[in-house]
């Protein structure tokens, strides 16, 4: 079973308008962590937020917001008044022990994010 | 600060041959990860070394390897490969265990099988 669904693959929006990124996990572990990377056309992924399992707190930082829900295990990405250079590939990850003893990183397949001027 | 280095950029081989892949941590990263991105299979974890010790292994078949030097330095080696093995191999490099840290990417090396 996938343990991270990223089910938009692609969204496209005009500048301006808010768009909201879902994600989807799946662990049997109390603690984990939930991460969201951005990956522009350049190709390096960059960190955006980085989320405990006891920490449902919604984040805030300039025109991103993050919404964490354990009860429905969704931890959703909004981007508020988008503007053209977020349009990147955007990934959800999941790290928990999955049995290996030690965190290991999950990453979604990817939304693809194009905002169109 | 400089960034996570990895040489070379952009790679071609064929099948059959091995390949070898480096990458500079950021200074005082003691944690290196290396993975696969691909268009099928997205980004998958390949393995990550924390003082020049592998801690965790994804799931790829033993012709993927590496290895961590006293400086953080890591290379991987891929022996024998395939045209699957196609890819954009991504190192990222953290001050602690990747499961739960920030993590800091470089460019990749794009790997051509033919």
């Known amino acids: 079973a996938q343990k991270v669904t990223q089910a938009q693959t692609e969204i496209s929006v005009v500048e301006k308008e808010d768009v909201t990124l879902d994600c989807v996990y799946e662990?049997?572990?109390?603690?984990?962590?939930l991460f969201w990377y951005k990956q522009p056309p350049s190709g390096e992924l960059v960190f955006l937020i980085r989320r405990n399992s006891f920490d449902e707190q919604n984040e805030i930082s300039g025109r991103y917001s993050w919404n964490f829900q354990k009860s429905t295990s969704s931890f959703n990405f909004t981007i508020t008044a988008s503007q053209v250079v977020d349009s990147a590939v955007y990934f959800c990850?999941?790290?928990?022990?999955?049995?290996?003893?030690?965190?290991?990183?999950?990453f979604g397949k990817g939304t693809k994010l194009s905002v169109i001027p | 600060k400089a960034g996570v280095t990895q040489t070379p950029r952009y790679l071609i081989k064929t099948r059959g041959q091995q390949v070898t892949l480096s990458c500079s941590p950021i200074s005082g990263h003691r944690s290196v990860s290396w993975y696969q991105q691909t268009p099928g299979q997205g980004l998958q974890f390949l393995f990550e070394?924390?003082?020049?010790?592998?801690?965790n292994k994804g799931n790829f078949p033993g012709r993927f390897s590496g290895r961590q030097f006293s400086n953080s330095r890591s290379e991987m080696n891929v022996s024998t490969l395939e045209l699957g093995d196609s890819a954009l191999y991504l190192c990222?490099?953290?001050?602690?265990?990747?499961?739960?840290?920030?993590?800091?990417f470089g460019p990749g090396t794009r790997l051509t099988v033919l």
């Open positions: 662990t049997r572990d109390t603690t984990y962590y």
């Open positions: 990222a490099s953290s001050l602690g265990s990747q499961g739960r840290n920030e993590q800091f």
């Open positions: 070394y924390f003082s020049e010790t592998q801690r």
């Open positions: 990850a999941l790290s928990d022990h999955s049995g290996a003893g030690s965190y290991q990183l999950t």
